[in-house]
């Protein structure tokens, strides 16, 4: 059974940063790129980044570039997503995503992703 444990969620001021991380257990192969993806309260589900099995492509959603970085430890089957000089619109559930078979790339699209973690609150006060 494949989980992904999102944690490192919380409240913060403008400004400020915060790492989240996902733990994946129960994959029965290496060969997945890794995603998060973001829900505000009334909006749709949305992506942030992503990063291929290899770790060497990353992508990333224009409203967050040069702001956060998604890295992997693939030793530990570990994504995380470091979010720096964060803003009141970074506000949502953060969702961590398993995207199968996938080695060179990885992609925005909410439908290929075929694992998701529970979620993690990110909450930033102006």
């Known amino acids: 059974q494949v989980q992904l444990v999102e944690s490192g969620g919380g409240l913060v001021q403008a400004g400020g940063s915060l790492r989240l991380s996902c733990a994946a257990s129960?994959?029965?192969?290496?060969?997945?790129?890794m995603g998060w993806f973001r829900q505000a309260p009334g909006k749709e589900r949305e992506f942030v980044a992503a990063?291929?099995?290899?770790?060497?492509?990353?992508y990333y959603a224009d409203s967050v570039k040069g702001r956060f970085t998604i890295s992997r430890d693939s030793a530990r089957n570990t994504v995380y997503l470091q979010m720096n000089s964060l803003k009141p619109e970074d506000t949502a559930v953060y969702y961590c995503?398993?995207?199968?078979?996938?080695?060179?790339?990885?992609?925005?699209?909410?439908?290929?992703?075929?694992?998701w973690g529970q979620g993690t609150q990110v909450t930033v006060s102006s």
């Open positions: 129960g994959l029965t192969s290496n060969t997945y790129a």
């Open positions: 990063i291929a099995w290899t770790g060497v492509n990353t």
């Open positions: 995503s398993a995207d199968r078979d996938r080695i060179h790339t990885a992609t925005m699209r909410i439908g290929d992703y075929d694992y």
